[in-house]
């Protein structure tokens, strides 16, 4: 990896390097202090024509006026390795994005392409749009004719993009069957742009991705989808195609939330849903816990930052001991008391629990001590209980169980923002379950992130 020095060196040392194909010579970091304007650009136009290590180039934060677009379009266009492209400032507009695109329509090695926290607006998408669809011919349906071949990019990031609102997302939307990955957090998207990208991906998430590719990752998160949008996008998380949806922070609600796990079942692939800060309640808990009992292959559910209280928590429990597929569950600062100990079930797969800034109390950590000891938790590998109101009194309990060798595979117990961690002997009890498990973590406290204790094993971080 090269770093751009301090001063205000242009690219020489680069070229010479890129010239030799210096196989070591993988990825390219443009500090903001370097020159890289059109003579610098030109000159790595010439050199990576026959360069085949370089795979990163990495220019975000500086300018990008449509001449430097229109030669970094002939460099993606050019290269034969390179992969990944983060270029421009938040001042590349449509006309910059325009030159780019050119060069995007010929590329044969771009994966990857970051315009995050830019001045895009709809003119810009379409001109992505068309140089990613250039392949084929688009039909009534959003879908794609056969055709020699498309662009290599299967991952566009467009987050932070405000001016593209729904216009944008709709001239963009014929792209979403030739994508893997598009990242539209927080574009300015309503209702109208989540219905516009679902109608033309829904054209391309068969069960096979054919020659086109298919949209398996969409990110959302930040717009003001609302209840409607989620239910423009629940046919999407229903087809095979979409593994992950994204969307924190959009206002779905409850009725949102319902939307999309109705048609969440056995034939569906989504395998990550995240809806942190959405405005989610128990309705929308009870809606999701009726998709996992009915057998939604869902293996990451993120639902931090809702208020699904004490009967969300009773009810998702309850799912969780019946769902042979979740591996991953996040339900921090979600009002559910003493009730969050429901989630600790034996569930088969479940590796990853967070419980962060539920107020479990000594009641709450002692049900949750007692399902340790109890049931088999042979798959937990991370427990959360940050922010829980664990007293020192419970985590003793706590601790006992473990030593005793509950949940053999646990490898991490975050226990930071607790009562019991400010206590002045809670160290000498962390090093003395250190000793009985060498292989666990116990994070803490923030300034001994990454340090091992005294007694060899594991370390201590908040």
Not at 261 to 270: D, I, P
Not at 447 to 453: C, F, H, L, N, R
Request: charged share 15%; with cysteine; glycine share 14%.
């Amino acid at each position: 990896m090269a770093w751009g020095a301090a001063g205000t060196r242009g690219v020489e040392d680069w070229v010479q390097r890129l010239a030799a194909n210096d196989p070591t010579l993988t990825s390219i970091h443009v500090f903001r202090d370097r020159r890289f304007g059109v003579e610098e650009l030109t000159a790595l136009r010439e050199v990576l024509r026959s360069n085949t290590h370089l795979a990163e180039l990495s220019a975000g934060g500086l300018p990008l006026p449509p001449p430097a677009a229109e030669i970094l379009g002939d460099i993606i266009a050019a290269s034969p390795s390179l992969a990944s492209l983060c270029a421009g400032d938040a001042a590349t507009n449509d006309e910059s994005i325009a030159s780019l695109a050119a060069g995007l329509a010929r590329s044969h090695s771009l994966q990857r392409l970051d315009l995050g926290h830019r001045a895009v607006c709809a003119a810009g998408a379409a001109a992505l749009a068309r140089a990613l669809t250039s392949g084929g011919l688009a039909n009534g349906g959003g879908a794609l004719a056969p055709a020699p071949s498309f662009p290599s990019l299967h991952t566009l990031v467009l987050a932070g993009n405000g001016g593209l609102g729904d216009a944008g997302a709709a001239v963009l939307a014929p792209a979403a069957v030739v994508l893997r990955e598009l990242d539209l957090s927080a574009c300015g998207l309503g209702p109208e742009g989540a219905a516009a990208l679902a109608r033309a991906a829904g054209g391309g998430v068969g069960a096979s991705a054919g020659p086109y590719g298919r949209l398996e990752v969409l990110r959302l998160g930040r717009n003001a989808l609302g209840p409607a949008g989620a239910a423009a996008l629940a046919a999407l998380v229903g087809g095979k195609g979409l593994r992950e949806l994204h969307l924190p922070g959009t206002g779905i609600g409850d009725a949102g939330l319902t939307s999309l796990a109705t048609c969440l079942t056995a034939a569906s692939g989504l395998a990550l849903l995240d809806v942190t800060g959405c405005g989610v309640g128990a309705s929308g808990a009870a809606a999701l816990t009726t998709a996992l009992t009915a057998g939604a292959p869902l293996a990451s559910v993120c639902l931090r930052g809702n208020a699904i209280g004490p009967a969300g928590a009773e009810a998702l429990g309850a799912a969780l001991a019946r769902t042979a597929t979740l591996e991953e569950l996040d339900v921090g600062s979600n009002q559910m008391g003493e009730a969050a100990a429901a989630l600790l079930v034996p569930a088969p797969r479940l590796r990853r629990l967070s419980l962060f800034g539920n107020a479990l109390g000594d009641a709450g950590v002692g049900r949750l001590a007692d399902s340790l000891a109890a049931a088999a938790h042979t798959a937990l590998l991370e427990l959360d209980l940050a922010g829980c109101g664990v007293s020192a009194a419970s985590v003793e309990r706590l601790f006992a169980v473990l030593e005793g060798g509950a949940a053999p595979a646990l490898e991490m117990l975050v226990l930071g923002a607790n009562e019991a961690a400010e206590q002045p002997d809670f160290p000498g009890r962390v090093e003395a379950l250190w000793a009985m498990r060498p292989g666990l973590d116990i994070a803490w406290r923030p300034s001994d992130v990454g340090a091992a204790p005294a007694s060899g094993g594991g370390s201590a971080f908040g």
